[in-house]
């Protein structure tokens, strides 16, 4: 069976995901901003990278889980549940790699910064 949504169904869903969406972009926006603003060698520690050390991955996840909202699909529900696991262990990786290269002030950044929020 086919879920297809109704007309009040896609006004309670559209708003807030596009709230999401563009909150998700806004993220983006700052997070990239204060990252091309520092050194390769440093972890970014300002703006946003203040209060979560992966802030792209958050805005790109708003970004997702918005339009997912927005389709009103449970299929853009679930491919959203498997990107959050896929980059979740991506990001593992990368905090893995940068405590190799960067050491010491990057593992104090790690007991710093939150990952996510």
């Excluded at 998700?24 to 970014?44: C, D, E, H, I, K």
Aim: proline share 3%; net charge positive.
């Amino acid at each position: 069976m086919q879920f297809i949504p109704t007309e009040i169904q896609l006004g309670c869903f559209f708003l807030p995901g596009m709230m999401l969406y563009l909150l998700g972009v806004l993220n983006m926006f700052f997070a990239l901003y204060q990252f091309r603003a520092t050194p390769v060698s440093l972890a970014v520690r300002s703006g946003i990278y203040y209060y979560s050390r992966n802030s792209q991955w958050v805005g790109l996840m708003l970004i997702f889980f918005g339009t997912a909202v927005v389709c009103v699909n449970e299929l853009a529900i679930i491919l959203f549940i498997c990107s959050v696991l896929l980059y979740h262990f991506r990001v593992l990786g990368e905090e893995q790699a940068c405590l190799a290269a960067l050491g010491k002030p990057y593992q104090d950044y790690l007991y710093a910064v939150r990952r996510y929020f």
